[in-house]
């Protein structure tokens, strides 16, 4: 490991099994952080925690579903008692439904909803006093471009970032005098797995050929940005970044 500025510093990062999460994670854990790293597919986060191991870093694999309070509750704890403490919460795991909202599937709107917000405050809420009470840490909340601008075929995605946006100001007003810091993190374009998801074949289609007219930004580039963030002194909050691809005009 050639940097260390977090060394002695945990991190649990939900959606670590691949895009931004697992960019993140690699990236933290390269700056010195133990990771607890997050997600379902318990497949992809092994491959990644022998990358970090490799490495020279330490990992914990949580097997988390945001959905469900009980397992980020269980997250959290698993990564206090393991790890020892926690400093850095990133919220990364997410999905983009897209479609439009007239004869839209109102099962992606629950997925989107119950994950992209629910999912993000159930796991903040858990690890949320342990932060507090050590008067230091880190809250990082991927929102997006989406949380900003709204678009035709994009409003429950929009909705979901809108609610992630309201929901970390709030709470950075509550806790930003005790010591903690609410980041919040808004990509444009990023090449990741989160096009794939989407079930509405015209949507999906239209996202992806739109990610392909341009020079997408790299997980890793959301990753430095993050490490950027957690790794300033702790009289400075950096509380919103706004990154997006140089080559896109449009939200
Ligand atoms: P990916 O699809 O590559 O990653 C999404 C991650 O979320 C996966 O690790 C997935 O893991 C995890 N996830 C999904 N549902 C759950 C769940 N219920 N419980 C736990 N983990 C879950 O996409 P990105 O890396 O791009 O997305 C990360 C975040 O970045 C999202 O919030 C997205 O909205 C945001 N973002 C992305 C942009 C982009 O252009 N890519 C732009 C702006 C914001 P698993 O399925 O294994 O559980």
């Known amino acids: 490991m050639g940097e260390s500025q977090l060394s002695g510093k945990v991190a649990l990062v939900t959606g670590a099994s ?149 929901f970390s100001e709030s709470l950075r007003q509550e806790v930003t005098a005790k010591g903690v810091r609410i980041t919040l993190i808004e990509p444009g374009a990023v090449d990741t797995e989160l096009n794939d998801r989407i079930t509405d074949e015209e949507a999906k289609a239209a996202s992806k050929k739109s990610y392909d007219s341009m020079r997408t930004l790299h997980a890793e580039d959301v990753a430095a940005a993050i490490v950027y963030t957690v790794t300033q002194p702790d009289h400075v909050a950096v509380n919103e970044i706004l990154i997006r691809p140089t080559d896109q005009p449009t939200p």
């Open 18 to 166: 691949s895009g931004i999460g697992a960019a993140t994670a690699r990236a933290l854990a390269a700056a010195g952080a133990a990771v607890a790293i997050g997600a379902r597919r318990a497949d992809r986060l092994q491959e990644l925690a022998e990358q970090i191991e490799q490495a020279g870093g330490r990992v914990l694999r949580l097997d988390l579903d945001v959905t469900d309070e009980r397992s980020a509750v269980s997250a959290v704890q698993r990564t206090v008692d393991e790890l020892g403490r926690i400093d850095v919460v990133v919220n990364a795991a997410g999905l983009m439904l897209l479609g439009p909202i007239v004869d839209g599937s109102t099962e992606d709107w629950r997925r989107m909803m119950t994950t992209n917000v629910l999912g993000l405050m159930y796991v903040t809420h858990a690890a949320i006093p342990h932060l507090v009470e050590q008067g230091s840490g880190d809250v990082i909340n991927i929102s997006s471009v989406a949380g900003r601008t709204a678009k035709p075929g994009s409003g429950v995605y929009n909705a979901s970032k809108w609610a992630v946006n309201a």
